[in-house]
């Protein structure tokens, strides 16, 4: 016999599994199939969409502090990479779920506005990754063959390195900022809480 807390958890368990809604299990899916078009009855886009939101700028302060700084580049190590490339996978699944929702809306030029967008943010975080993968490759690189390099070319490799890092967090921050703010803008335009 079970528990009423192992009853409430498997009922519980239970509901949510059936509010998922996967393009297997329904026709209203993403239109690729990488992910749910809702999850427990609302759409999925304004819940996936803060995975990116927060995990993009985490990757670019870890791939920063690690290209400025060798004490963290050796602390953050695999980290970084790691992250970034999570927040990669992200982009997409918040992409299709919002393609989805915008079949399910009205279109409206802010809408529209919001999707452009969205689309350049692939390109950012796609850089983001790869340097943050670069940096990581350079400095294993580094720790192997530093006694046969000379300061010269390390100085100009982690100049590079910076620079690199600089400019990719500072865009892929700047585009997640410029697409969340227009999806607000495309929310809430027109309502009492827009004005």
Known sequence: MRSPAEYAATTLLSAAKAQV?????????TPSGLGPATIGGLPAHPLIVHVPVVLIPLASLALVLSAIWPAARRKLSWFTPALALVALATVPLS?????????QVRFTPLIEEHEELAEGLLIWITGLA????????LDTWERRKSR????????GVAVV????????????VT?????????????????????
């Open 148 to 155: 046969e390099l000379r300061s010269m070319l390390r100085r």
């Open 161 to 172: 390195a910076v620079v690199g890092a600089l400019a990719l967090s500072a865009g892929s």
């Open 175 to 195: 585009q997640i900022y410029l697409v969340g703010e227009s999806g607000a803008s495309a929310v809430w335009t027109g309502t009492a809480a827009g004005r």
């Open 95 to 103: 992409t299709e779920s919002g393609e989805w929702l915008s079949g």
């Open 130 to 137: 790869a340097w943050a993968l670069l940096v990581f490759g």
């Open 21 to 29: 809604v996967t393009p297997s299990a329904s026709a209203r899916g």
